[in-house]
């Protein structure tokens, strides 16, 4: 599939009905302009691919409304050579604007077909990252520390493995709460021990899962 004058005309709209919603961020608004949204997609769902909402991209996920990214990304304030965890590639739609944020992306996800397809796919298309098939809730211990922690399935707790993995002065935005709905939350290492917490209202995700599926 292309990336044609009409999708970028359509991207250009999204972009401006989220920036209408309160995004600001110019950085975060130009990444997802750069972003071809209609290729994460499948081919029956082209049509919704650059209105603000969320779709279904298989194993029980979604590909997250353009909104819910942006506002995320807003968050996490990436810097150009940060270097991101993100706990959840799914379509791998966010890590694209985590990589045309200048973001040295480690992506892990738990799904082995979504793995699959998302490294295949956004290494096809020019998108390098690290991709990793595990348990997000342990992180990449070796890995790490790391600048940036994303984490964009909704959670129950704050996973302590990922704390201990969050350079200081890093960043982390995690989505909290039950299965209904959850508080975006934004935690910032301010010491080796200590942790400051905001929130930042409500959205809803599929849920942050333990383990690895096959």
Known sequence: MKDTYRHKGLRKNLIEEIRSKGIDDEKVLEAMMKVPRHLFMDTSFIKYAYKDQAFP???GQTISQPYTVAF???LLDVRRHNKVLEVGTGSGYQ???LIELGAKVYTIE???ELYMKSQSFLTSVGYKANFFYGDGYEGLPSYGPFDRILITA???EIPEKLKSQLTVGG????PLGDSNSQVMTRIVRINEEGFEKTEHGRFVF????KGKSM
């Open 171 to 174: 960043i982390m935005v995690i």
């Open 110 to 112: 738990r799904q082995r």
């Open 95 to 97: 890590t694209a604007v």
């Open 72 to 74: 995320q990304t807003r």
């Open 206 to 209: 599929v849920p942050l899962l």
């Open 57 to 59: 991209i298989g194993c």
């Open 154 to 156: 909704g959670a129950t």
